[in-house]
């Protein structure tokens, strides 16, 4: 039986991760991956924002400041289809327009583990404790 070509290669989560960065997006598409997420790398908000007008996602990853501006297009794109996504960034959060500050932030520097779990919770599989025994 052949695949369809417009079936998803994995079955995990489609991420738009919006790094400008080369070696820092390798580093974060390895370890979303690693996750068993499939992630789909975009360079610039133009390219961004033409990959949401041509593909379906589950979730985005946005680095704030790229080389063609600041990602805030894409986040209200993101918004306006209600895709999850967070901030991971070296700018400070309170750079983040109003609109967007209840998206989670992940500051820059960070493990390779709190990105994995911030985006676990920005798409909603966080594990639930288990209720306390009596």
Do not use: W
Not at 82 to 101: E, K, N
């Amino acid at each position: 039986m052949q695949k369809r070509s417009n079936e998803p290669s994995m079955t995990g989560p489609r991420l738009l991760l919006v790094e400008d960065q080369l070696d820092l997006a390798e580093l974060m598409e390895q370890a979303l991956a690693d996750e068993g997420n499939e992630v789909a790398h975009a360079h610039s908000v133009f390219e961004a924002l033409s990959m949401l007008d041509s593909s379906r996602f589950d979730g985005a990853v946005l680095d704030v400041e790229l080389r063609d501006g600041v990602v805030f297009p894409v986040a209200d794109r993101l918004l306006e289809l209600g895709i999850p996504y967070l901030f991971a960034s070296a700018v400070y959060d309170q750079l983040v327009p109003v609109r967007h500050q209840r998206a989670p932030f992940l500051a820059k520097p960070f493990h390779v583990q709190g990105l994995q779990r911030a985006v676990r919770e920005a798409l909603g599989k966080v594990q639930p404790s288990p209720p306390a025994r009596h």
